[in-house]
């Protein structure tokens, strides 16, 4: 019975020293913070160091535009499931989250000056009234950027003139348009020669990546903004 009090001492004391000595461990010794502990908690996936991410520039870019140059990337509608996109210069001109696409052609009308838009509208090219569109395009100024993507139908309401209105601003395929066919364009008014930017997939049964329609067209690139002079 005397020999409790000096054994309960005893055993107090190899506690404290074992847990002394496991604290010092998951600290990391001296000077180390918590490495050990935190070690703990982080899986070796995580451990790895990340690789960098690629920079990326205005509207997504994987590279600068130079001077003088606007930045824009569109994407097209994908079926009639998910509308199109138009970015310039980092700004969101058109898309569905802006709910402002629509089944047919969707237009943003942009000063060539400096870049700013002056307009964006959706043409219904299905069921819609063509004339709404001619009088969208034909008051055109000079300069003006015309940035064009299609969703679902562009096509089956356009008329000759239409066609040639498109081909005036630069296109190529404005003329061979047809039902549900895919189809993103940059253009401007008083442009002399056919427009580098533009895309167009024709609507096959042979090819098309969706049932009933083909698949959609992303274009990126970088604009040069047009002078006070031109």
């Not at 090219?125 to 064009?148: C, Q, S």
């Not at 008014?189 to 024709?202: A, I, R, T, W």
Request: some cysteine; proline content about 6%; hydrophobic content about 40%.
């Amino acid at each position: 019975m005397r020999l409790a009090g000096p054994l309960r001492i005893v055993a107090l004391v190899i506690t404290v020293g074992l847990t002394w000595i496991v604290v010092a461990i998951l600290l990391g010794g001296p000077g180390g913070g918590f490495p050990r502990i935190q070690q703990l908690f982080t899986s070796p996936e995580n451990s790895v160091t990340a690789e960098p991410r690629a920079r990326k520039y205005k509207c997504g870019l994987p590279q600068p535009c130079p001077e003088e140059h606007l930045a824009f990337r569109m994407v097209s509608g994908a079926a009639n499931v998910i509308g199109p996109k138009i970015c310039l210069e980092d700004k969101m001109l058109m898309s569905s989250v802006k709910d402002n696409v629509g089944r047919g052609l969707n237009i943003a009308l942009v000063n060539g000056v400096n870049g700013e838009l002056i307009e964006a509208r959706a043409f219904d090219m299905w069921a819609g009234d063509v004339n709404d569109l001619l009088k969208f395009i034909r008051p055109l100024h000079e300069g003006t950027l015309v940035f064009v993507a299609s969703y679902d139908d562009p096509a089956t309401k356009m008329n000759e003139e239409t066609r040639k209105l498109f081909s005036e601003l630069g296109s190529r395929n404005a003329k061979e348009l047809a039902f549900r066919d895919s189809w993103v364009f940059v253009g401007a008014k008083g442009v002399q020669n056919k427009s580098p930017f533009e895309q167009h997939m024709k609507n096959s049964k042979h090819t098309n990546k969706y049932e009933g329609w083909p698949e959609a067209l992303e274009m990126e690139g970088c604009i040069p903004r047009r002078s006070m002079a031109s």
